[in-house]
């Protein structure tokens, strides 16, 4: 699985934002798609994840209200729309694509075996 990253950019605090990963290679299905992002001088974190059959979503706390992850089974897409962003929502944000990940394990960074390259988002205060 290739995963391709897109979307980032510069927006002022209270805006938005869309991200896609596009896969190529194969497609998502019996795979988990997750949102990870990594500040400066920070670990990696998780941000959100879906499982592909069944939809299943999981948010960690600080974006639950604000993003959105989905997905689109004829482009092979899995997006993240983010709204009312915040300067400490800067990042560079990758996604990552993991196969029969169970959902306690959606935030463990350790379960997805295939990344994208990242693409940066910078949130202006």
């Known amino acids: 699985v290739q995963l391709q990253a897109s979307g980032g950019g510069l927006v002022q605090a209270g805006g938005s934002l869309r991200l896609s990963c596009a896969a190529s290679?194969?497609?998502?299905?019996?795979?988990?798609v997750g949102w990870f992002r990594q500040a400066p001088g920070k670990e990696r974190e998780f941000v959100a994840a879906?499982?592909?059959?069944?939809?299943?979503?999981q948010y960690t706390n600080s974006v639950k209200g604000r993003f959105t992850i989905s997905r689109d089974n004829t482009e092979n897409t899995v997006y993240l729309q983010m709204n009312s962003l915040k300067p400490e929502d800067t990042a560079v944000y990758y996604c990552?694509?993991?196969?029969?990940?169970?959902?306690?394990?959606?935030?463990?960074?350790?379960?997805?075996?295939?990344w994208g390259q990242g693409t940066q988002v910078t949130v202006s205060s």
């Open positions: 990552a694509a993991g196969y029969g990940v169970i959902l306690s394990a959606f935030g463990n960074l350790n379960q997805y075996a295939y």
């Open positions: 290679g194969r497609t998502f299905s019996s795979y988990v």
């Open positions: 879906i499982r592909w059959s069944g939809g299943t979503t």
